[in-house]
């Protein structure tokens, strides 16, 4: 491992293919523009509108950020409108040109807004690598600024200041926020989204550029050829004029995929449509019960069709039927299960036949139904609740919820969802299910900015089932995305009284952010920040674990390498040692990290002289803290192994001299 260190006031820790290097500020997390998308612009690029005339938005942000001004591009607009794949080809646009100048093409890269706190964002974060072209999505956030003409003029600062690297920057936004009237210059640095490219348009090229489907393209025809033959594509009305470019990817995806067959390219329409027809079909022509036993099914598919029936009379706040006359009146329940459309195997019912369907149902059944909300949810309560025919399918139903939410951009749903953290499942899997669903709704485009916010409330719920699934969701991608808030979140359930199992999914939160790539030097500083201040529990549990090597040295043996190459990170080891065992709270999490120490300098991880200096330090002034005491002078009946016994030689207390430690004796060899 190689260490490049420079001394700079807030010192921090990158990690880049092993190397170490000091930095004075971190900045927000970048990715690179996934590949698809720029294949889109690439190869399937479309600025023709509907009616034949020129979409301009790439081409005026081009324009932008070409100019003398600002390197600053802010694309405002509808949702719908292609906004981002237009702000991608302007920045792939000004990515070609520097390449034709005989200059290396510019890397496109997509910054997270991961703001410590949204509503308040901190500029001075962005990334400002010369030579790259950057893409800043807030569509989703800007609105809950609070001040955003300061912001935007920030961003304005900021271009300039990218103008002079080299570097390029477009910003998207919504149609209304952003501050154009508070001066001219945030006005000048706007291009409208007026107008959307053709999507028959769209959806051809798809087909013929991304696809490798050209014989697929006559689907999409929309007239006959000049010499009157041919014919009108099957898929062509699907699309209008006012359908979105996303629409029109999607369903040229759908054709893409479908089996080359009648049959396959009316399956593929219907999926596209999302059922649209056969689910106005099937509203129109049932009564309630059947409505019901719909819902049920959409719900419990694959399950047995008595456990769904019942299922369906709970819904209608029904018993079971006892009238015998009752039960022999009507159509046998296979009848009526495929008659809204379920498939019957011998006892079970299901919808897996046709994909998208039960989604289908449950968006029309919330838009048209909208007063049946309430009474949903609370029914999904009772069929979901352990021992219930909805238990063992709670992922599938979550699936369905999250798409929903998604979809309706409902964060009430989420919110139900929440309610079943403490509905007697306390199984890990339960749990890593629901934390699954969180992440996933925290992640969309406009609904994650909602998620994000509840899941700062719950970080901070007095529930240790609440608080320990925020925790498992910051374990995994949603701490890759917005890292900084990760963090906010970790640092409220780290400050939980009680060392419960929410805390100890947030140290483990915190061990595996910092193994991330790029990760560790944020958590490192953020950490070392929080453990500093005076009675900071869940700085001085977080400092604990991060330098813990007992399920992985890597983080510790990064740290030691740097501390001994660079006073600053050792001076900060020290302060949050000196921190840590000043809080009586943490002080078997000490003793136990000291131990933990003395077995990896025994193995060789890590620099033996370099530990056995820290712990001297640190031990010389609390030698009568009770974790230190404990370690140096041993407890009535606790035998130490011999790591333990070889640091005490190497700590060259003059005490020890004095007072041998308890067991001492006995423990040697």
Known sequence: MSVDVHSVERSQIIIAGGDVTMVEKQRLTVADIPQVELDVVSRAWVDTGHSGGTVMTASDAVSLLTSDGPALAVISGAVGYGKRTAGIRALWQVSRAERDANVERLP?????????????????????????????????????????????????????????????????????????????????????????????????????????????????????????????????????????????????????????????????????????????????????????????????????????????RRLLGKEPQNDVEAILTGPDLSARLRAVGAEVTGRHATFDHKPGYAQAVLNHLWQQRPDIHRHLLKWLDTITAPGEAGASRLAVISDLLVELAITENDVRIIDQIHTWIGNGNTTA??????????????????????????????????????????????????????????????RHILDRPEPDTAVRAAETAVRAMAVQPGQLPRVWETVIKWATQHGHLAGHRAFLSLLDPQDDAYVLQVLMEAANRTPEVRAAILRGWHAALADIRVANQCRDLMVAWAHVRAEGLVPRDLVTDVLRQVITEHLYTSPVAALVFGEPGVQYDEPVIALRKDLHLPILTETPPIGSETAEP
């Not at 219907?270 to 059922?275: C, E, G, I, V």
């Not at 998620?451 to 949603?478: H, I, M, N, Y």
């Open 429 to 490: 899997q339960h749990e890593e299910l629901i934390a699954g669903v969180f992440t996933r709704a925290a992640l969309a485009d406009a609904l994650g900015a909602k998620v994000r916010t509840r899941l700062l409330d719950w970080a901070q719920s007095d529930q240790e089932p609440v608080a320990k699934v925020v925790a498992l969701v910051c374990q995994g991608e949603f701490a890759t995305h917005y890292p900084r808030q990760t963090l906010v979140r970790l």
């Open 108 to 312: 496109l890269k997509a910054i997270s807004p991961d703001w410590d706190r949204p509503e308040k964002p901190d500029i001075g974060s962005l990334p400002d690598q010369p030579g790259t072209a950057y893409l800043l999505d807030v569509g989703a956030e800007i609105n809950g600024w609070e001040q955003p003409a300061e912001v935007a003029q920030a961003l304005v600062t900021h271009g300039e200041r990218l103008r002079r690297i080299g570097s390029y920057l477009v910003v998207i936004v919504d149609e209304h926020s952003w501050p154009e009237g508070a001066s001219g210059t945030l006005g000048r640095v706007v291009v409208r989204a007026k107008s959307r490219p053709a999507p028959h348009r769209v959806a051809q090229k798809h087909l013929e550029f991304l696809y490798g489907k050209p014989e697929r393209v006559r689907w999409l025809n929309t007239t006959l050829k000049p010499d009157g033959t041919g014919m009108v594509g099957q898929a062509a009305h699907l699309l209008s004029e006012s359908s979105a470019p996303a629409a029109a990817a999607r369903l040229a995806g759908d054709l893409a995929q479908a089996e080359d067959s009648t049959e396959g390219l009316n399956t593929a329409l219907s999926a596209f449509q999302q059922w649209r027809t056969e689910v106005n079909s099937v509203f129109k022509e049932t009564g309630a019960a059947d409505r019901a036993l719909l819902v049920a099914t959409l719900f419990l598919s694959g399950s047995e069709a008595i456990a769904i029936q019942d299922a369906s």
